[in-house]
């Protein structure tokens, strides 16, 4: 026996929450189609669908009309996916800035150098930093192993790029000095 979506949700915020599978059967190809088309990724849309579903079943208590569940699931989905754009989008620039702060670096082992810029940073800059570039997590991941505000995170994120391009610069500039007084 076929139920509604409302007949659905109703069992499961009465008890029933095994029920929501069959929500998540019902909807699963259109959804995953809907993401691979906004995201033109399959794994980022599948990673997305996975995300938009436990989403969907937290927050299923505050759906106030349940007849209209796919389109609710929709709008999650569509900002799941505008949050996957946007920590792309924020990945390709930490790693444009990473990229521009080692290219500064006349070292010619400029990995070694941006280590030891990282490593003279005071432990609350270095912890994000590492979290972020080493571990790859996305801001909000690193605000919740911190234990942060998302705003706390991103202030110190950016307080330590200014303070990696700080130490990098001044490195590059000492190493330009020791470089004329060997080779005037």
């Known amino acids: ?20 599978r069959l929500l998540v059967h019902r909807y699963q190809g259109p959804l995953f189609s809907y993401l691979t088309g906004r995201l033109r990724d399959r794994s980022r849309a599948e990673d997305a669908a ?40 924020r990945r390709q620039q930490d790693r444009e800035i990473a990229e521009t702060m080692m290219a500064d670096s006349p070292d010619s082992d400029a990995d070694y150098s941006l280590d030891e810029a990282i490593a003279v940073l005071p432990e609350t800059y270095r912890q994000v930093i590492l979290l972020r570039y080493y571990e790859e997590l996305s801001c909000q991941e690193v605000a919740q192993r911190l234990e942060m505000p998302l705003g706390t995170v991103t202030k110190t994120l950016s307080r330590a790029y200014a303070l990696l391009r700080q130490e990098l610069q001044a490195r590059a500039g000492a190493d330009r ?4 007084k060997e080779h005037p």
């Open 1 to 20: 026996m076929d139920l509604t979506d409302k007949e659905y949700v109703q069992r499961c915020r009465d008890g029933h929450p095994d029920d929501f």
């Open 50 to 89: 996975q995300e938009s579903f436990v989403r969907a079943f937290q927050s299923l208590s505050k759906l106030r009309k349940p007849e209209f569940f796919y389109s609710w699931l929709l709008g999650i989905a569509r900002r799941v996916a505008l949050e996957q754009f946007r920590s792309l989008k």
């Open 177 to 180: 000095t020791i470089n004329q």
